[in-house]
């Protein structure tokens, strides 16, 4: 005599409960032979289907009984007496499926059967394609498969996760409750794929350098740092590939790109992930102005494809790319947004302290004229940036690795490019000087050791050449109306709780 399994009542959030309740269905299942089936073939995704079939009336789809046979996730469950309506997910939409009594009547498929299934539970479906008459498109299922067995359910009432700090810890659910969030994701997908086909065009060679440097280098940041077992020394997760792309500019290839991840042991924010995705391109015999106009005419380039036109909507702002985008030096834009600076005062660093002290900025008193006036510029202006712009002429003292102007030692010849108030794109004229540069290093590692190899390249010449980064998480944000770089990035770091 067989022994009867003792169900324990469920209560509607009782997921604890629910979940001993599938554990025990699925230790049932296996004993009559369930073992995950992996067999089943999907021949048809539900945004083909409607492709194929929408269109067609009530009687045409009647006449032509065309045989379905897909697989989805239950995300959504009616019985109506002797018939079941349910809702399937994929990975590209819903579809409805309807069963009856009559319609499922073999051992192994049978409308109890049917009628057991839990939301969550993933199957596979045979049948026919017909109309209700609320002319919704369904699936007649005349045979079903349990593929997958769903220990956990779904969110309640499949409204989704509803706290952003669980959408982000557990991202799967995210997905199977949040289309939208899946449509995101296909735009960045396409977002890097079209830009990996723009740079082909232009003629750029796709390169890949090293994840693991022997010494933080490139941009101004906090490394991780690891260990090799083997060669027994601190290595580093790079912050920026920059130095090594140099490297093969000085190598001989004249134009050059890579996407890759970088990864900085900073803060956790809405516009910060210490592990990010960066674009950066290097060409030779070129300056800083001509990246310019390369990134003016790429972001035009994307919104024609991604959106059919110039016009991009971004936190209810809108912006027509095809107009010349605004250019503005670092000291003009703060000025225009800080009307009580006169620009004499951009010049005395007596008045530059009293500026910081109004605007209750904190520095450090071994920063210069030009690590303040970034200060200054990055609290009181980058977020006020709204409309495409590009600010130029950036202080040596923050731009190590830029050449500086012709006729002012000061200023770099470097621009970083922003829109909706952050910036996406950092570019310049690369310093190819090794004695300045070596002397910059020096400067910027007072006691720390600097990357003397670079050092040793640049000295066997590097032409002119212009360098560009660009973050694609932020750009992905831009083209897809996103507020928090949390949402365009799959599984974003979060700060660890303790259990």
């Not at 735009?187 to 082909?200: D, G, P, T």
């Not at 065009?201 to 941009?219: D, I, R």
């Not at 024609?304 to 909507?313: D, G, M, R």
Request: with cysteine.
């Amino acid at each position: 005599m067989k022994k009867k399994i003792k169900k324990i009542p469920f209560k509607k959030k009782d997921t604890n409960n629910e979940f001993i309740n599938r554990k025990l269905k699925l230790k049932e299942l296996k004993k009559k032979g369930f073992n995950f089936p992996n067999k089943f073939q999907k021949k048809h995704y539900f945004n083909q289907i409607y492709i194929k079939y929408n269109s067609q009336n009530r009687n045409e789809l009647q006449d032509n009984q065309n045989n379905i046979q897909t697989a989805g996730r239950i995300i959504q469950k009616r019985i109506m007496g002797k018939a079941i309506f349910m809702r399937l997910q994929d990975s590209e939409g819903e579809i409805q499926i309807y069963s009856k009594q009559n319609s499922l009547t073999s051992k192994t498929n049978n409308f109890k059967k049917f009628k057991s299934l839990d939301l969550g539970d993933i199957i596979g479906v045979i049948g026919i394609i017909f109309k209700t008459k609320t002319n919704e498109l369904t699936i007649h299922c005349q045979k079903f498969i349990l593929l997958t067995k769903a220990l956990r359910p779904l969110p309640e009432k499949f409204h989704g996760l509803v706290n952003k700090d669980t959408r982000y810890r557990k991202r799967y659910l995210d997905f199977i409750s949040n289309n939208s969030l899946k449509k995101t994701f296909q735009i960045r997908s396409k977002l890097i794929s079209m830009i990996r086909n723009y740079m082909h065009k232009k003629k750029f060679l796709e390169v890949e350098t090293p994840m693991l440097h022997n010494l933080p280098g490139g941009a101004i940041a906090k490394p991780f740092i690891t260990y090799h077992n083997s060669l027994s020394k601190k290595m580093y997760l790079r912050i920026a590939p920059e130095l090594y792309l140099k490297r093969l500019i000085i190598g001989g290839f004249e134009k050059i790109f890579e996407i890759n991840r970088n990864f900085r042991n900073e803060g956790v924010s809405s516009r910060h992930n210490p592990e990010f995705t960066m674009m950066e391109i290097y060409i030779a015999y070129s300056n800083y102005k001509y990246l310019m106009k390369f990134l003016e005419n790429l972001m035009q380039y994307l919104s024609k494809k991604i959106h059919h036109n110039y016009i991009i909507e971004y936190k209810k702002n809108f912006f027509d790319l095809s107009k010349p985008f605004l250019k503005l030096t670092m000291k003009e834009s703060i000025i225009k947004f800080n009307n009580f600076i006169d620009p004499k005062d951009l010049k005395n660093l007596t008045q530059l302290k009293k500026i910081t002290n109004k605007l209750q900025l904190k520095i450090k008193h071994t920063w210069g004229i030009g690590k303040i006036i970034t200060e200054i510029f990055e609290k009181t202006v980058e977020k006020k940036l709204i409309n495409p712009t590009f600010i130029t002429e950036y202080p040596i003292e923050v731009s190590p690795l830029a050449r500086e102007k012709n006729h002012d030692k000061y200023f770099s010849d470097r621009f970083e490019f922003f829109i909706g108030g952050y910036e996406i794109g950092n570019g310049f004229s690369e310093l190819n000087d090794p004695t300045e540069q070596k002397k910059r290093f020096k400067m910027q590692n007072k006691k720390k050791k600097y990357d003397k190899d670079y050092i040793l390249a640049l000295e066997h010449g590097m032409p002119p050449t212009a360098g560009l980064g660009i973050g694609i998480d932020r750009l992905t944000m831009i083209f897809t109306n996103q507020k928090n770089i949390k949402d365009v990035i799959m599984f974003p770091n979060m700060r660890f709780i303790k259990k």
